[in-house]
């Protein structure tokens, strides 16, 4: 199901079971899209990024743990705004997510990404200045 969100957010955190793995700031003044007022969707691959992403290659995929199973749910409350033939006129301010609440983590949040980062994260594309110099924009807001 696609449909039209309009997102003044800060942040968007994608999190695993409450826990956020992943925070994507807003960093539009600095030319870097953010989404908002577009179509969404949520997808999943596997893609093998053994060779340069963990630790630069250093750390190779076990394939002989496969299959590898990724499954979503909780979804059927979505409260997004679906329109038709584009008319986002619905999804003007005033929703739950423009809420001071949803503009940033909470403190125990950030406490959880620090924990996930510091004991899983393997790759981080702001610090491969290898593949990326200078680093991204949005790097600095990091």
Do not use: H
């Not at 968007?12 to 807003?26: A, M």
């Not at 979503?72 to 986002?88: H, I, T, Y």
Request: negative net charge; contains cysteine.
């Amino acid at each position: 199901m696609y449909g039209w969100m309009e997102l003044l957010i800060v942040v968007c955190s994608f999190e695993i079971d409450g826990t956020p793995i992943r925070v994507f700031k807003n960093s539009e003044d600095l030319g870097v899209a953010f989404p908002k007022m577009k179509a969404m969707g949520m997808y999943a691959s596997l893609w093998d990024g053994s060779d340069w992403a963990t630790q630069g290659g250093r750390v190779k995929i076990d394939w002989t743990a496969a299959p590898f199973v990724c499954s979503f749910q909780d979804f059927a409350n979505l409260d997004g705004c679906v329109c038709n033939n584009g008319d986002v006129a619905a999804c003007s301010s005033g929703k739950w997510w423009d809420a001071p609440q949803y503009q940033s983590l909470s403190p125990t949040q950030q406490q959880s990404l620090a924990n996930v980062k510091a004991n899983y994260l393997t790759y981080d594309y702001c610090t491969d200045s290898a593949r990326y110099s200078p680093a991204p924009p949005e790097c600095s807001r990091n």
